[in-house]
Structure formats: C-alpha cells, structure tokens
C-alpha cells in the first residue's frame, strides 16, 4: 500500500467501506459489487427487515464476503459516530463510505412547492450528509486509501421549477461535501489529500424492477444501478488527488 495514499488501490482486497443507505436497488447494487471486489462491507439503513434482505444477498452472491447490517439512525450524530465506532473496532479500519440515502418530493410547478417536502428532505438528503462527513471524517484520514463518496442529482446543476426543494437539497448536500474534500486537501498539506470526498453524478437511476414495470419506458439519460455500483468501485482505483472535490458525472452535463 502506498504510505501516502495518493494512489488508489487496483483492487478493493481488505479495504473497510460503510454503505449509509444499503437498502434500496443502489445499495443492493453497491453490496454487491464491492464484496466482489474482495472488500469487507458494513451496511446501513433505517430499514432493518430490507436491509437484513440486502446483505443476505450480498453475503450468498459471494460466498465468503463479510457483509454486515446495521440498523442506525443516520439523523443522530451521536448514532453515527457509534456506527463508525463499531467498524473500526470490529474490522480495525474505515476505508470509504458511500452515502445513498435518498427521497425525493416535488410539485407540479414552482408556486404549487409544499415547503413540508423541504423539512423531510433537508434530514434525508442534507442531515444525514452532515452527520455521515463528521462521524467518517477522521477514520477516512487515517486510512491509505479513504473515500467518502455522494451521489447525487445533476438537478442541483440546474433545478428546475417543480425541484426547487428537491435540487436546493441536493446541491447542499454537494457544497457538504466539497467542504469535506478541502479539509481532506488541508489535511494532506504539500503531498496532496491522503482521502478523497467525491460526488457521483446522476440524471436518475434505472433498476431492472422499474424496467419490468414499464417495458416500454425508455429511461433515457438514466444510470443503472449496477453501472453506478461499477463507478463506486472503480474510484478506489484512482489516485485521491484525482478524485477529491470533484463531481464525477455519470450522465451528461446540463
């Protein structure tokens, strides 16, 4: 391993990386990839029946694969920290975390904005940002090879008129964790961030339920789960200089 960790490792063998929001198709997809990669996995979700379902599959697609669950409350920071606590203690390192705690609430145009849907979507997509970056921050510095990842929407690029809560929330959650990236940047002083924070960009996410729901839908511009799960794993190949503050866009820019 590179004492420095300005390169990223070509594979994901013995790295410890969290995944906030485990239980949906992202995270199902994201499990999945990572124990194939040889990477210890602790999962998280408000969920505890879908995400017990989420790691027995990840745990049977990879016989071996060490793929935990935990039922934590993300919207408590005192519950966060105890979560990285117990990983570090547990497995004696953090390596990355993967935020996917999602929701989404909009309105037919900008003057129909039910501002209810910003106080929900301020804890889902903003609080537990916050409480994640802070409770991560310094085991990802400690680690040769830490990175704290976001997806987020390429809506908080460009809102528009019906996704004012929606993008404001999301951009935040951006500015969040940039914020993060220049305390990684400062951390590392004159030989660069030894961890990287980095923003997965999306228009939307596809998933094989949605297609069989609606055949017809062409989902255009939409990242499949499994494509996005790639990308996750795949940033740990590059160096964190590379990737730390940056928006990695997975779909067109608008």
């Known amino acids: ?37 040889g990477a210890t996995v602790a999962a998280a979700d408000a969920d505890a029946a879908r995400l017990a379902e989420a790691v027995d599959a990840a745990r049977y697609a990879h016989g071996g694969a060490t793929v935990t669950g935990d039922t934590v409350d993300l919207l408590d920071l005192a519950s966060t920290k105890e979560w990285v606590g117990r990983i570090e203690k547990d497995f004696g390192r953090v390596d990355g ?19 209810a849907d910003w106080e929900l979507l301020e ?23 830490g990175r704290y990842l976001l997806i987020s929407a390429a809506g908080a690029s460009k809102p528009t008129a019906g996704n004012a809560a929606y993008s404001a929330a999301k951009a935040a959650a951006e500015a969040w964790t940039l914020a993060l990236g220049d305390a990684f940047r400062r951390a590392g002083g004159d030989d660069g961030p030894r961890a990287a924070a980095a923003i997965l960009v999306v228009k939307a996410l596809v998933h094989d339920a949605m297609r069989a ?19 996750i794993a795949g940033v740990w190949e590059k160096p964190a200089r590379e990737v730390n503050g940056n928006r990695l866009w997975l779909t067109e820019k608008p």
């Open 1 to 37: 391993m590179n004492g420095q960790g300005s390169l990223g490792q070509g594979s994901l063998d013995g790295a410890v990386v969290a995944v906030a929001g485990a239980a949906g198709p992202a995270g199902r997809a994201a499990l999945l990839r990572l124990a194939e990669a």
């Open 97 to 115: 975390l993967v935020h996917l705690v999602g929701g989404w609430r909009g309105s037919a145009n900008f003057a129909e904005t039910d501002l």
């Open 123 to 145: 804890d889902l997509l903003i609080r537990t940002v916050q409480h994640t970056s802070l409770a991560f921050q310094e085991p990802l510095q400690r680690s040769d090879r």
């Open 213 to 231: 729901e609606r055949p017809n839908a062409k989902f255009a511009g939409f990242t499949d789960v499994k494509d996005l799960a790639e990308a």
